[in-house]
Structures are given as C-alpha cells and as structure tokens.
T-cell receptor
C-alpha cells in the first residue's frame, strides 16, 4: 500500500542537540511538506518542497532545516536554535506543482519532547 | 498565519444525530478542503470543494461553500462513535501551482454512544 512513513514515533531531545525526523513516501508525489502542531492548535507550515533539490521556507522555518535529495525522502532537522521544539510534527505529500486542487496525504507524526 | 477559523471549537452530540461544523476564512481561495484527525494520528483528507462549487457530498458528509461570505460548513449525518475526532478546514491560495494549504484551528467532535 502506498503511503507516508514517519519515524520515530516518539523522540526526545537534549539541550543543544540537533535531531532529525524521517519522512518517506512511496506515492510518487513531487511535493512534500512539514508541519508543526501544538496542543489544541491547527497546523503550521515549517518547510515545503515542490520538487527534488528545491525547498522553500514556510511560516515558522526558524530553527529548522530540511533537505530534498531524493523524491521519496524529506527529512527535517530540529536544530538547537529552536528553543521550543516540543510539538507533534507531521509530514505530508501531494502530487506536485502544476496540478491544482490537490489533497495532501499525511504520515502519522513524530512527537518530539525535550529531556 | 491561520487563514481558517472553525466554529465551534468543540462539539458533543449523541450518536445518530447530525453534526455541523463551520469554517470562515479571510482571503480569496482556489479550493477548500476538510480533514479529520484522530487523536495522536495524522490528518486524513475528507473532501475538497473548488471555489466555483457550492455543495459537495461524499457518503455521510456534505460540504457547502459560500465564497461571498468566505465560509464553509461540514455536515456529518447520522453520526457514529467512530466519527469522534478533530476536524480541520484548509484553504488553497488562488495561485494555481502553489499548493501550500493554510489550516484552521479545528473543531473537536465527540460522539456520545
């Protein structure tokens, strides 16, 4: 079955540490997204990529970095510069640019906490 | 920034009743989408309505869109316990090819058996 796999499900970060969240999709989608969700809140866009080797900042990119070296993979690094990283992180994908009105497909998230 | 605002923030109804959630937004859109999120899980796409459509149905779901009022509603008929979840609206910008969605803050729906 096609879908999006996020790992790990739970992650703990120590002070000063960078951590990387994995997101892999086998839907053959061009576009991928990272969102942050805080308790009782909606989703806020961190970074998105519409095609391999290209990505753009979303609304809250500070303290985060991404790469898009392969179509199926879009890892997110939460750096030590992100002072409040505790949140639920969701990865999503959609077919890609040039095709409007697309739904997004989501993984099951990674919950990140500070030790 | 949040584009959509869902109303109410929380809703509890008896199983079998209908549930209605509303979404208001601020700027022009290309499309509006509704998603469901079960506790601790990712979002699941429910239905997409284009800006030139007024109503859309999918099973027990009915979505309306009023672009003049910048609002949408999601109706779930004959609710079931499995419908307990948070529901989010998301708007797509009017620029074709930019598929960045902006999500609202969600309505938490509880179905009482």
């Amino acid at each position: 079955d096609g879908g999006i796999t996020q790992s790990p499900k739970y992650l703990f970060r120590k002070e000063g540490q960078n951590v990387t969240l994995s997101c892999e999709q086998n839907l053959n989608h061009d576009a991928m997204y990272w969102y942050r969700q805080d308790p009782g809140q909606g989703l806020r866009l961190i970074y998105y990529s519409q095609i391999v080797n290209d990505f753009q900042k979303g609304d809250i990119a500070e303290g985060y970095s991404v790469s898009r070296e392969k179509k199926e993979s879009f890892p997110l690094t939460v750096t030590s510069a992100q002072k409040n990283p505790t949140a639920f992180y969701l990865c999503a994908s959609s077919i890609g640019p040039g095709i409007s009105n697309q739904p997004q497909h989501f993984g099951d998230g990674t919950r990140l906490s500070i030790l | 920034s949040q584009q959509g605002e869902e109303d109410p923030q929380a809703l509890s109804i008896q199983e079998g009743e209908n549930a209605t959630m509303n979404c208001s937004y601020k700027t022009s859109i290309n499309n509006l989408q509704w998603y469901r999120q079960n506790s601790g899980r990712g979002l699941v796409h429910l239905i997409l309505i284009r800006s030139n459509e007024r109503e859309k149905h999918s099973g027990r779901l009915r979505v309306t869109l009023d672009t003049s009022k910048k609002s949408s509603s999601l109706l779930i008929t004959a609710s079931r316990a499995a419908d307990t979840a948070s529901y989010f609206c998301a708007t797509g910008p009017p620029v074709v090819g930019n598929e960045k969605l902006t999500f609202g803050t969600g309505t938490r729906l509880t179905i009482i058996p």
